[in-house]
């Protein structure tokens, strides 16, 4: 277990500091192998490790990883109320980019074109 959480541990150093092609196999291999792990305490420690695996993910803005994990979370424990939070904040995450996207492809208001409404801000 102390080896799983140091690759853990290595594969957040690698997704903070930009290195997302080493951090993502790493962690999705840790995620497996807590996953894996039988007993109850092993369970719980599993559901701790894939929401440390989200929570940086999200905070580093690599939002596919975050979903990932947040789907392993769900998976793991469909009643636990923190996964069903961090796949709403992917969610969130997915439909803020939308609507900046929508903005910044809409046309100037001064072109008489029609605007139609994306996003609710």
């Not at 080493?22 to 007993?39: F, H, N, T």
């Not at 998976?75 to 910044?104: I, K, M, T």
């Not at 809409?106 to 609710?120: D, L």
Request: net charge positive; charged share 25%.
């Amino acid at each position: 277990m102390v080896a799983t959480a140091l690759e853990a541990f290595q594969g957040e150093f690698f997704l903070r500091t930009g290195q997302k092609d080493k951090a993502r196999p790493m962690l999705e291999g840790v995620a497996r192998k807590v996953r894996a792990a039988p007993g109850p305490d092993a369970w719980t420690q599993a559901l701790f490790t894939l929401e440390a695996i989200a929570r940086a993910a999200r905070e580093v803005g690599d939002w596919d990883l975050a979903g990932w994990a947040a789907r392993q979370m769900a998976e793991h424990d469909p009643n636990y109320a923190g996964a069903h939070y961090a796949l709403a904040l992917v969610v969130a995450a997915r439909r803020r980019r939308a609507c900046d996207g929508a903005r910044r492809r809409r046309p100037p208001p001064s072109c008489g074109a029609r605007r139609i409404p994306i996003c609710r801000s």
